[in-house]
């Protein structure tokens, strides 16, 4: 995991700390995964949803993600887990490749820790994000 700056809104904080401490008392397994975004969401950089950068991947944004070992490029929507559908490209935040993308900024390198390895990937783009679009409730 790159120890990059990254950006939460105060609105996200807020649902993501909650959903986290949901799914703990719901769920036994996966407190590793709640453990690493609690973890990112703390260590990041606390901004106002009007604040935070317009090319900051946030919740509900739509990015657009490039492989470093493949130079393949996919489109996705981040999400809330009950939104999520892999197959339209909408991944869950509490997924590691949601965890992975929520606070960075385009053409910043991740590197994070996935089921099939660590993975290298690079913010290409955000195509929406809710807050530079004035949606300040998604």
């Given amino acids: 995991m790159a120890e990059r700056e990254i950006y939460i809104t105060e609105y996200d904080m807020e649902r993501l700390m909650t959903l986290i401490e949901g799914t703990r ?30 090319d900051v991947v946030t919740m509900n944004s739509k990015v657009i993600i490039r492989d470093l070992e493949n130079d393949e490029l ?4 981040l999400v809330f887990p009950a939104e999520a559908n892999i197959s339209d490209n909408k991944v869950s935040v509490l997924a590691p490749l949601g965890m992975a993308l929520l606070g960075y900024r385009i ?4 590197e994070w820790k996935m ?10 783009d955000v195509l929406y994000q809710p807050e530079a679009a004035g949606r300040f409730d998604l």
């Fill in 25 to 54: 008392i719901k769920a036994r397994r996966n407190r590793e995964n709640l453990d690493m975004l609690e973890k990112e969401l703390l260590r990041g950089k606390l901004v106002s949803p009007e604040n935070v950068p317009k």
């Fill in 107 to 110: 053409g910043d390198i991740i």
């Fill in 115 to 124: 089921p099939s390895g660590v993975k290298k990937l690079q913010v290409k």
């Fill in 74 to 77: 996919t489109t996705y929507d």
